[in-house]
């Protein structure tokens, strides 16, 4: 729910920083809906994949969500620079 929270108000925060209009506010709106839903749809899926695994005792609970998150946010940034503004 925080996170939720904070990329409501992260948009909202952009959107007058940047001046958008109302067409490119919601566009911009809805975009960040659809990332946010893809990313937590990929987490749900990878969290149900890791309680049917076999983990080392050491990375069970927060390590392995940890580490999950890291590799994720490795592979997100991959598509940083591919849209040029």
């Excluded at 839903?37 to 990878?46: G, R």
Aim: proline content about 2%.
């Amino acid at each position: 729910l925080i996170t939720t929270n904070c990329a409501v108000l992260g948009v909202a925060l952009l959107n007058v920083q940047t001046r958008h209009g109302l067409v490119e506010s919601g566009l911009y709106g809805f975009g960040a809906a659809a990332g946010f839903s893809l990313v937590m749809v990929l987490f749900a899926a990878m969290r149900e994949r890791i309680v049917v695994a076999d983990v080392p005792i050491p990375f069970r609970g927060a390590a392995i969500t940890l580490v999950t998150a890291g590799l994720m946010s490795l592979a997100f940034m991959g598509f940083a620079g591919l849209v040029r503004g």
